[in-house]
């Protein structure tokens, strides 16, 4: 087999929570008095809060210090994590598990590599607490994708050098994160379009041929 390892991206791969970061950090920037709309909250995929709120801060008048943006990124994620208690096992899709199940019985391990500090929750809440065998995650990075950092940590954390891992990514700043860390990539979602992945799926279950 070409691989011995999958990486998934969460937000957009495994589950999507777009919608409520999208209703947390419009709450913020109606608040801020900042415009905020759809097409802002796609520039956001993929990249940490902080980079995140940077982008969202682009249209305000104002400057906030340091510990102001570090409020305002923690009230955003308040708003975030309250709307997280209302995702259940219902919204893991029954494709995403077979495929999830499927690559497992082929003797492939399986690690998430997410840009959230949140991901641990997300993953309990969709009833995946215990499933996959690494996580790397906002909380063991200090750099945000397309950095290859979360990447490279997912495969350290499998004990797996790159060229054996496959990175399965909606966001383009994802899919160069896994070229800069010398892993191929799967594109799905908004990521198609970036035109640099590996293989493009149009669905989730295209993976299982994609990993020989
Ligand atoms: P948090 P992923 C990313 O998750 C999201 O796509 C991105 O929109 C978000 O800003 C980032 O996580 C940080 O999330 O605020 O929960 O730490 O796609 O890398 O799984
Ligand atoms: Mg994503």
Redesign the pocket.
């Known amino acids: 087999m070409k691989y011995q390892g999958i990486i998934f ?5 495994i589950c999507s ?1 777009d919608r409520y ?1 999208y209703l947390a950090w419009k709450a913020l920037a109606d608040r801020l008095g900042v415009y905020f709309d759809e097409q802002i909250n796609n520039r ?6 902080m980079a ?1 709120l940077d982008i969202v801060l682009e249209r305000y008048d104002g400057t906030l210090s340091a510990a102001e943006k570090e409020a305002a990124a923690t009230e955003k ?1 308040e708003l ?1 994590r309250e709307l997280l208690r209302q995702m259940s096992p219902a919204d893991l899709a029954p494709e995403v598990r077979q495929t999830l199940d499927a690559l497992r019985a082929r003797g492939l391990l399986l690690a998430i590599g ?6 641990k929750f997300i993953l309990q809440q969709i009833g995946l607490g215990d499933y996959f065998d690494k996580i790397s995650d ?1 909380t063991n990075t200090t750099r945000s ?1 397309p950095d290859p950092e979360v990447f490279q940590k997912a495969a350290q954390f499998l004990g797996l050098a790159p060229e054996v891992c496959l990175v399965v990514e ?2 383009a700043a ?1 899919i160069e994160a896994a070229r800069a860390a010398g892993m191929d990539s799967a594109a799905i979602g908004d990521a198609v379009n970036c035109g640099l992945a590996t293989y493009t799926l149009t669905r989730f279950s295209d993976l299982l041929g994609c990993v020989g």
């Not at 991206?9 to 791969?13: A, C, M, T």
Request: charged share 25%; aromatic share 4%.
């Open positions: 991206d969460l937000d957009g791969v929570t970061h956001l995929r993929g990249i940490s809060r995140s994620n975030y997410s840009s959230s500090k949140n991901a906002g994708k909606d966001a994802g």
